[in-house]
């Protein structure tokens, strides 16, 4: 009796599994689902605030271009954060010296990233290898540099007094409003770049992940290729960049540094770089884990300061890493897929 | 149509080793060509170099009459020449039918971009397109394995998926490097016979091949390197009763 009651709800757990692993919109509602439960259960949750909620889904959508970039086309880039900054940093300029609109700002700020994307993209892709690595690292420093020299972009001390995004006149006044901005935005950004990934145009980043000799010798520029994958790379992590200039109203030099842009690589490699879910859920995981490090490090060792929280991610990222290959959603996912079949096996086995 | 293939004076040098040395041939009659020579004698580096994989220290490369020079990998596929890889190159998270669908969407990405904002036009491209690698498959004999990953097939599976889609880029001069190694007698049989019927529909075909009994019995025309030089040209019978070629391959199998 009770392991009929069990049988079934087993049956209906793996037809429930099979339906997600096969529906993408299915999986697009069930993110959606939790997106919208994100403010319930963060406020109600020892720290987590509403405020890491809008970090999470702006990092997430900053390192959302790694999937296609990095996780496909097998690209490694630490130029994200300067995509981020150049963005964050024209949407400040613009809103507090010439007072233009704060959604114009952002347009332009994503226009400008996307530009230099493209521009850098175009000379140093014609390079091959490892050196694109550093490549990108030099670029990233470069901006890291200049945000820190520049006096345009106020130096070490940044930009303070960013107005608020006020989209159709509504302005986005607290965390919980940013919050659902923040959240419509990061779904949107998954279902254009797993269309994207879906797409002949996604296929070419498979393939040249796989193989960039034999992509070529299909007739693919992988220079091509690889400046637009790039370039629409640089365009997310920028959108984010303006979205987090509007929403804590101040830009300071280290939005642009290495270590930001080190992070946004964590969170596709941590979440799983080779679907879109991997940007979320690396965001989750690592905000997650620098949030309580933040708070616990100084209770367990009281002389500590903001460097151990590196260490943290270190560890945690090694951690991950050991147990779960393909970060975590690939583990979720490769999980679901083993449950799937194991039923299936037990389910053929009872026929016979 | 047959392709005229040149090749003046082509060298390259790897730090003091010439790969290729000096070599000049032309080839307009299309056919089977047999590409054959010991280990490290430069066959790799040729195919290598008439891709564009590999620039030329010296020396010049035309098809058509068309210079290919300078040209990048991707310029010389859509010209006409495609290849496969002694060290198999499929794309293994892909699928064999998308493996063999790149080199044609690479043709037209205005297509594949219709194709996505739904124009019935793009659309019908794209099924032909479909249709027409499926056939490719067909014909290498493997179509039933279009959906799977091309990176879960056996080894010599994933040797006519690189075949079918060096097919696919429509290439006047298809370079087959080592396509037989590892395959069983059977299979090689096949293949061959595929070999000989695509060079019959006006693709010329450059055969690199170990298995020399393979390349004389399928070849109009062989070429035989050693130390990045030709050592003999002709027909196949003439280069088997060449001494020099018995010399070159003392100690290697020859039948
Ligand atoms: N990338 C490379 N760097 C240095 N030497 C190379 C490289 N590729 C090939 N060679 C050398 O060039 C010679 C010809 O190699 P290859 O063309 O692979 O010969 P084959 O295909 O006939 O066996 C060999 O001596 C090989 O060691
Ligand atoms: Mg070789």
Not at chain 2, 65 to 76: A, E, M, V, W
């Amino acid at each position: 009796m009770s392991d009929d009651a069990l049988a079934a709800a087993e049956r209906s757990a793996t037809s429930v599994l099979h339906a997600v692993l096969r529906s993408r919109w299915l999986r697009y509602a069930i993110f959606l689902g939790v997106l919208a439960l994100v403010p319930a259960v963060f406020t109600r949750v020892p720290f987590y605030t509403m405020s890491v909620g809008v970090l999470m889904a702006i990092q997430a959508i900053a390192a959302l271009g790694l999937i296609p970039l990095t996780g496909h086309a097998g690209q490694i880039s630490l130029g994200q954060a300067a995509f981020f900054a150049i963005s964050g940093y024209t949407s400040a300029l613009l809103t507090t010296r010439w007072h233009t609109n704060a959604l114009l700002a952002m347009i332009a700020g994503m226009a400008l990233s996307a530009a230099v994307a493209y521009l850098v993209g175009t000379f140093i892709f014609r390079a091959q290898g490892q050196y694109l690595v550093l490549a990108t690292l030099s670029f990233g420093l470069l901006v890291s540099y200049l945000a820190n020299q520049l006096p345009l972009t106020g130096a070490a001390d940044g930009i303070p007094g960013i107005p608020a995004l006020a989209p159709f006149g509504f302005t986005i006044s607290g965390d919980v409003d940013m919050y659902y901005l923040v959240a419509l935005v990061l779904l949107i950004a998954v279902i254009v770049v797993d269309a994207l990934l879906r797409s002949p145009v996604g296929k070419a980043l498979t393939a040249l992940g796989d193989s960039p000799v034999a992509t070529a010798a299909a007739g693919v520029s992988i220079a091509g290729l690889r400046r637009n994958a790039f370039t629409l790379a640089a365009a997310l992590s920028a959108l984010a960049g303006s979205l987090y200039a509007h929403w804590s109203t101040y830009m300071d030099p280290g939005q642009a540094g290495i270590l930001s842009s080190v992070q946004l690589l964590i969170i596709a490699t941590i979440g799983g770089q080779r679907l879109v879910w991997g940007a979320p859920v690396g965001a989750f995981v690592v905000i997650t884990f620098s949030e309580a490090s933040k708070t616990l490090i100084p209770k367990v060792i009281p002389q500590a300061t903001g460097n151990y929280e590196i260490v943290v991610y270190g560890i945690a990222l090694i951690v991950i890493l050991l147990f779960l290959p393909r970060g975590v959603g690939g583990g979720l996912i490769g999980l679901a897929g083993r449950l799937a079949r194991a039923v299936r096996g037990r389910e053929a086995t009872a026929v016979d | 149509m047959n392709c005229a293939l040149e090749v003046s004076s082509a060298t390259v040098r790897y730090g003091g080793v010439a790969a290729i040395d000096d070599l000049s041939f032309q080839h307009e009659d299309g056919g089977v060509v047999g590409l054959i020579g010991p280990n490290g004698a430069g066959k790799t580096t040729l195919l290598n170099v008439l891709s564009g994989a590999v620039r030329l220290t010296t020396g010049r490369i035309s098809l058509q009459g068309r210079d290919l020079t300078s040209r990048k990998p991707h310029q010389i596929a859509r010209l006409g020449i495609t290849r496969t890889f002694q060290n198999l190159q499929v794309f293994g998270s892909l699928s064999v039918l998308d493996n063999v669908l790149l080199p044609r969407v690479a043709r037209g990405w205005a297509t594949a971009v219709g194709d996505m904002v739904l124009l019935p036009q793009a659309h019908r491209k794209v099924q032909a397109e479909r249709a027409r690698a499926l056939d490719l498959l067909d014909r290498v004999g493997i179509a039933e394995y279009a959906q799977q990953p091309a990176g879960s097939l056996a080894y010599g599976l994933q040797r006519r998926v690189e075949i079918a889609r060096a097919l696919a880029g429509d290439p006047e001069l298809i370079l087959l490097d080592e396509p037989l190694a590892g395959l069983s007698a059977s299979e090689s049989v096949d293949l061959t016979e595929l070999f000989t019927k695509v060079s019959t529909e006006g693709i010329t075909v450059l055969l690199v091949e170990h298995d020399v009994a393979s390349v004389l019995s399928v070849s109009k025309r062989v070429l035989v390197l050693d130390h990045g030089r030709l050592l003999a040209d002709g027909t196949p019978d003439e280069v088997s009763a060449n001494p020099e070629v018995r010399a070159a391959y003392l100690g290697e199998e020859w039948t």
